[in-house]
């Protein structure tokens, strides 16, 4: 059996190093928003928990799917990275992808600096690609990760994402590769896939071109967080053949028992995907298995 964690919008919190001048425009939106709301609803230390249990389960693979940071600054980052470090985790065994809080503001797009520091967590491993580029595929025992970027810096307080042509392209490409036969497909972006929750200013605009590549292209799984709670949806694949769809929630929300601080560990074992969820219990203040659902096979 092999075993994939899914972690997703963490939102690590740090100020330090920050200049006045990077609290400009939306960054002095997204700060005061972090101050005022997002300290009490994101709790650390329910990250430092789940980061634990994440050492005891020991999982074969992790999968982080972005929102890593609230406003994109280099500190919120470094504190990912001292996270994953303490989970005791080799880089390869590790996939971290952005989301819309890590593309915050078109300057930190184009600098690259999150692909900078997370290099050695989006090596591709198939030969001719250049990393870090999206799409990317890793391949981890019986799996081809297949990761992708939806996120864009919106330039207004949208949370909305983008793939683009050109990218969902190459992920149908990648998706085809020879290199991928026989492996159980899963692919990875941040914003969902098809409309779950709220309005267009913070759903994925060109979801109905992903879902035609998948009609075309084919995959076993599609993971992805944004919404801040557990949902599952499907896709149609070749002939017709459902995909799961399936959202993880806040790896640090402090709120109600059915969204607080949560992940995903699938187990693939001959031929079956069986979705398990882990979430933070406040009285016992630890986390246990909430669901066993097997979702394939």
């Avoid at 919008?9 to 005061?32: N, Q, T, Y």
């Amino acid at each position: 059996m092999y075993r994939l964690a899914h972690v997703t919008d963490p939102h690590f919190r740090s100020f330090e190093g920050a200049r006045l001048g990077d609290f400009l425009g939306k960054r002095a939106v997204g700060a005061l928003n972090v101050v005022v709301n997002r300290r009490r609803k994101h709790k650390m230390e329910l990250l430092e928990a789940l980061g634990e249990d994440v050492r005891r389960e020991a999982p074969d693979h992790l999968a982080l799917t972005g929102d890593l940071s609230n406003v994109s600054l280099d500190a919120e980052w470094r504190e990912a990275l001292r996270w994953l470090e303490a989970t005791g985790r080799a880089p390869g065994a590790t996939t971290v992808i952005p989301g819309n809080h890590d593309a915050y503001v078109a300057e930190v797009v184009a600098s690259r600096s999150f692909e900078r520091l997370f290099a050695p967590f989006q090596m591709s491993d198939l030969p001719g690609t250049t990393a870090p580029a999206y799409p990317f595929v890793q391949l981890r025992g019986p799996l081809a990760l297949v990761a992708l970027n939806s996120c864009v810096a919106t330039g207004d307080l949208g949370a909305w994402g983008e793939l683009g042509v050109a990218q969902l392209d190459e992920a149908a490409a990648l998706l085809a590769a020879p290199a991928l036969r026989g492996k159980t497909r899963v692919v990875l972006l941040h914003h969902p896939p098809v409309k779950l929750k709220g309005g267009e200013d913070r759903n994925l605009k060109d979801r109905e071109a992903f879902a035609a590549m998948m009609a075309r292209a084919g995959a076993d799984l599609i993971l992805h967080g944004h919404d801040h709670r557990d949902e599952t949806a499907a896709l149609p694949g070749p002939g017709g053949a459902a995909i799961p769809v399936i959202g993880a929630g806040s790896a640090s929300y402090a709120g109600s028992p059915d969204k607080r601080a949560r992940y995903n560990i699938y187990e693939f074992d001959a031929g079956t995907i069986t979705l398990v969820t882990r979430a933070h219990q406040e009285e016992a203040d630890t986390f246990a298995e909430v669901r066993r659902d097997r979702i394939v096979g």
